[in-house]
């Protein structure tokens, strides 16, 4: 398993590539997080070429255990974010 990346360390090294000020990359990445978020929660499907596709499809209600208790519960149905990557992903993330 890999490191943990976190968003100031993606943003710093965005910045050092493009040579721009960090503080402007990390709120250039804040935006477009947001965007994406927000285009996801009117049910907008996301699609960025080779990279992959972000949508939210409604998962259908079903039962479940309780692991403490063993009682059977209902979860109820639910919004998820479902993403299929593309193209060039796949081939980076092939096995040597």
């Known amino acids: 398993m890999g490191a943990t990346i976190t ?8 910045a050092r590539k493009l040579g721009h000020i960090q503080v402007i990359t ?6 477009f997080l947001n ?11 996301l699609e960025f070429r080779d990279f992959g ?7 259908a209600k079903k039962q479940a255990r309780n ?3 063993g009682e059977i519960v209902t979860v109820p149905p639910k919004m998820v974010v479902k993403f299929k990557p593309g193209r060039l992903m796949k081939k ?5």
């Open 26 to 31: 990390r709120d250039v990445i804040q935006a």
């Open 35 to 45: 965007e994406c978020v927000k285009e996801l929660a009117k049910g907008n499907r």
């Open 7 to 14: 968003k100031r360390e993606l943003s710093d090294s965005i």
């Open 53 to 59: 596709v972000f949508e939210t499809v409604m998962r």
């Open 67 to 69: 692991p403490k208790t």
């Open 92 to 96: 980076s993330l092939v096995s040597p």
